[in-house]
């Protein structure tokens, strides 16, 4: 796990919560992300046309409130997905509810997320019952944040923060994050839930450029085992109490603070690949010399959804055969007799065919919490990377008895 967050890596004017409500038998299952002001938004949502209520009542909040959110009220547990009608009007109660407990604020200005098992009813009851007590808990202390994150987890092993700090003018800018996902990763936005809070002042329109640009070559370039949630949000709050002159496009500043939200975005983008349900190692797999960017992305990502090639990382055999062979059904032409693949940084195959290296030291290499892989195409100037784990015995056991 990550070093604890310390009060100086906090934004100003943002609060946190984290509870137990009954969802879950004993851990924390409801969270609460307040800010002091309305805060300018953007959020992205998974792609799945099997969407959840939480992420439909989103969508209609972020356009309602025209993208002014005052905080995010997370349970996990339970997704609140397939639920029907029933499920819709859970996600709204929690919304008015929370609206009450504050005063004068309206629904609209609330993002309501939920994770866990699809299919199954929310016991929404928990969740209003729990919400007088929650509402008194946010303090804006590493404690608090910490207790936040936990209570977004679902099969994740450890919670999963980020923070940076950046200055724009005489006024230092802080940048805090949360993250959970483990299983259902698969880069097509969001692939999990990211909670993102900064105390710049940014308007929503160029906010949410800004998430876009920090998430395609981070959130959206991971994948643990091929499958989009139905619940996948990423959302970025930046409520303006830093007190630094508003950013503008294309300006030295507005780059400094997209670095530095990229750079939250890919640590905890990579967190949750080696996290991911019985991960051993992160993999690299990178793809150069394609015809495109969109053709070595296509190739890298079926390299890195083939289970034959991560049973092979998991056993850290250097078959590169199976590598070669899942870019050959990528979709995309190329001639594999020129494609070169290097593994662990170990150049095994050359024009198409084995290059000799050392296999037991190659083994050994492989066994690395990182190792990266190079497949050049030698077809053109198209470049991709694509982060993705091992797959082994752990994540079946797992996912075979998520619910159960």
């Known amino acids: 796990m990550n070093e604890p967050l310390t009060a100086s890596e906090l934004p100003r004017g943002f609060t946190f919560a984290g509870m137990h409500c009954g ?120 404690w608090s944040f ?119 975005c890919k640590t905890l983008a990579l967190a949750i690949v080696r996290d991911g349900e019985g991960a051993q190692r992160v993999i690299e797999i990178e793809v150069r010399g394609a015809p495109s960017d969109n053709a070595a992305d296509q190739i890298a990502r079926t390299i890195a959804n083939s289970p034959l090639v991560k049973t092979a990382f998991a056993g850290a055999d250097p078959n590169w055969g199976r590598i070669l062979a899942a870019a050959g059904r990528s979709g995309v032409k190329f001639n594999f007799e020129r494609v070169d693949i290097a593994l662990a940084g170990f150049e095994v195959c050359r024009g198409g065919r084995e290059y000799p290296f050392n296999e037991v030291t190659a083994h050994e290499k492989m066994l690395d919490k990182y190792v990266p892989v190079i497949v050049n195409l030698h077809a053109g100037e198209g470049h991709a990377r694509i982060w993705t784990c091992d797959l082994t015995k752990e994540y079946i056991h797992i996912n075979a008895s998520y619910r159960t």
């Not at 499920?87 to 609330?110: C, H, I």
């Not at 994050?177 to 993102?196: L, Q």
């Open 146 to 264: 910490e207790q936040f994150a936990r209570s977004i987890m679902t099969t994740d092993t450890v919670p999963k923060w980020a923070a940076e700090k950046i200055r724009i003018g005489k006024k230092q800018v802080r940048i805090a994050a949360c993250a959970k996902g483990s299983g259902m990763i698969h880069p097509n936005m969001a692939t999990m839930f990211a909670f993102i809070a900064t105390d710049a002042t940014i308007a929503s329109p160029l906010l949410g450029r800004a998430l876009q640009e920090a998430v395609d070559p981070t959130f959206n370039s991971i994948t643990v085992d091929g499958d989009t949630s139905t619940n996948d949000t990423v959302a970025l709050l930046a409520n303006g109490l830093a007190g630094a002159r508003p950013l503008s496009a294309d300006t030295a500043n507005y780059r400094l603070f997209c670095e530095a939200l990229e750079s939250i």
């Open 23 to 142: 969802l879950k038998k004993t851990k924390l299952d409801l969270g609460l992300l307040l800010s002091e002001v309305p805060a300018s938004a953007a959020a992205v949502f998974t792609m799945n046309q099997v969407v959840a209520a939480p992420v439909m009542l989103c969508r209609e909040n972020m356009k309602k409130s025209h993208q002014k959110i005052r905080g995010i009220i997370v349970n996990s547990g339970n997704a609140n997905c397939c639920s029907g009608p029933e499920g819709y009007a859970a996600s709204v109660a929690t919304a008015q509810k929370l609206s009450q407990e504050l005063g004068r604020v309206d629904p609209s200005q609330f993002l309501v997320c939920s994770t866990g098992v699809i299919g199954a009813p929310l016991q929404v009851e928990k969740i209003l019952v729990a919400m007088p007590e929650l509402v008194r808990l946010p303090k804006g202390d590493p």
